[in-house]
């Protein structure tokens, strides 16, 4: 049993009800309760494990919190970008702000209804995007834009790294270095809503 525990790290979001230890190896603190030597997650929240201290606690992601839903609109910064897909820190679940955050993905397939070839037309590392929650496997939220309100709201040059301007449709451009760049945008890009 202690090694299904082992492979918990700090940091890692958990839920309520999740184990997080033994009795026999931890000392349960803040965010935790024990039932049968076990100790588990009171809260959602990251988990803080003190292998020095034997000590395990859970500090919450925000008060009262929640985690994205199917069908949630989250607001995030895009981390990472790879030719199929893009990593997504969120931020932000409909209204509300998270003092945490939790993973999203953007595959390619779910940018457009038409078809995207490659992610780099999408969106750039430091945009924020806004996207739709569509599945959610091991605390991943699989996210869609395929909708005229979902896409990038705020993007940088990647040149100089200025905030881009909307130029005609679908075009950005750089108003300090003059660099056009593509993304997948929000109807409502650079108005200032996220
Ligand atoms: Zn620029």
Do not use: W
């Amino acid at each position: 049993m202690s090694l299904q525990f082992q492979k918990r790290n700090s940091g890692q979001i958990v839920l309520p009800g999740e184990p997080l230890g033994v009795i026999e190896e931890f000392v349960p603190d803040t965010g935790t309760y024990v039932k049968d030597g076990t100790i588990y997650s009171k809260v959602v929240g990251r988990a803080l494990i003190d292998f020095l201290n034997k000590r395990v606690s859970v500090f919450p992601l925000v008060h009262g919190a929640r985690a994205p839903k199917v069908g949630s609109i989250v607001v995030g910064q895009v981390s990472s970008v790879q030719s199929q897909m893009a990593t997504v820190r969120i931020f932000k679940i409909g209204k509300k702000l998270l003092s945490g955050f939790f993973t999203g993905v953007l595959h390619v397939s779910d940018v457009h209804l038409r078809f995207v070839e490659s992610m780099f037309d999408v969106c750039k590392p430091s945009d924020v995007l806004r996207a739709k929650v569509i599945s959610e496997k091991n605390r991943t939220y699989h996210l869609t834009t395929k909708d005229k309100s979902l896409g990038v709201v705020y993007a940088f040059c990647s040149h100089c790294g200025g905030m881009l301007q909307q130029r005609g449709r679908s075009g950005l451009q750089c108003p300090r270095c003059g660099k056009s760049e593509k993304r997948k945008t929000a109807i409502d890009y650079g108005k200032g809503i996220i």
